[in-house]
């Protein structure tokens, strides 16, 4: 039987796949129905700020988010490339976990040219029965200076 | 039953999400009472010189440093992001496990511009039982021209 | 017993940390006598262009390519620090399993600054009975537009 931190270490695995391979659609169906997504600057997180970059308040508005990224950008000009790191469950019973993680991205362009796209800390809940899904993802950004930051999910 | 590979993973984890969080004095007390920290160049390591960055030699020398940290630096003007991989435990019983790992750090600034801070590799053993905590951790850097080396543990 | 994805993360933490260690006739002892690895440029594998950047089509070549980077390189100037993330089990049995996974290299030069080398994608198989070894190795590059980038395997 897997324990709670394999299957969520898995399920970020797949969230990191997708985006990395442009795979946004399928992306999304790693969302529950009633799911959340935001991206926050870390300062906001810290003073309590209730200001989001961006809030996806369930799976139907970040279905809609990709429909618009892939309609509005006629070509990726960048590959990205996620790592995560120092995994931890920080709750969890035979439901769901509550977790949190560090990520970096990298961006690489059509020359083969590879940099540093922003770091920091996702943070959320999955649930681990009947199916491994996000419930709750919260991306909390150490990068707030970076251009374009809302191209792509982070 | 967690294996020593699954225990040293969560400890490094706890170690890096301690560290980000600027949470020293937790991060102090994943440290056995008997112990030892050490930041050692990787040039100075591979020739066998003694020489180390820094040598603490116990916990209370452990939780010093910190004290002497928290006083001197009014403010943290960077925020700190730990990646860690590649762990393995080299050798293991049932009471503890010698283990390595590769780790990178990046920094963030005020203005949320991020920077790539320093690699390097972990070293050390690890208590399993009655409770997971470091006996000893030396960090190897790659990166020792770096400013300000010591204003906060790796 | 060990799971597939236990299995390949602990090869895949052997592997680097072998690279990394300057422990090349080590690192080729990974592979199964039949094995292949090459290195591909991630543009050409997405428009199925056959051209690898290395591609060596057994151990023995692999053994070979060894010597001769011991041969011509006096000493190495670059120390690299791999990371392996995101770490994926596409399809396994008894005995193999495919996978994927996210990496990124670090090199430090001697005067101990460090920056980063490239990006990519591992995907492979491994053999995991009677023991773990690779079968099948392809590194997947973002970073093409690297100087010297034969020098060590990535």
């Known amino acids: 039987m897997s324990t709670a931190i394999d299957t969520v270490t898995a399920l970020l ?6 985006l990395d391979a ?33 809030h996806l308040a369930n799976r139907n508005m970040i279905r809609d988010r990709i ?6 950008a006629v070509y990726n000009i960048h590959v990205d490339r996620h790592m995560v790191s120092a995994i931890r469950v920080l709750a969890s019973d035979a439901r769901s976990a509550k977790y949190e993680a560090n990520f970096c991205v990298y961006q690489s362009d059509q020359e083969g040219r590879t940099k540093l796209f ?22 909390i950004v150490d990068t707030f200076s970076i251009p374009a930051l809302l191209a792509v999910p982070i």
Do not use: K
Request: charged residues 20%; hydrophobic residues 40%.
């Open 13 to 18: 695995a797949d969230y990191c796949a997708h």
């Open 118 to 139: 922003c770091t920091g800390m996702y943070e959320g809940e999955v649930s681990l029965a009947p199916q491994p899904l996000f419930v709750r993802q919260e991306v």
């Open 67 to 72: 429909t618009v990224l892939r309609t509005a």
């Open 22 to 54: 442009d795979r946004l659609e399928t992306w999304c169906e790693l969302f529950a129905g009633e799911s959340s997504y935001r991206i926050v600057p870390r300062e906001n997180r810290v003073q309590s700020l209730p200001a989001a970059i961006l």
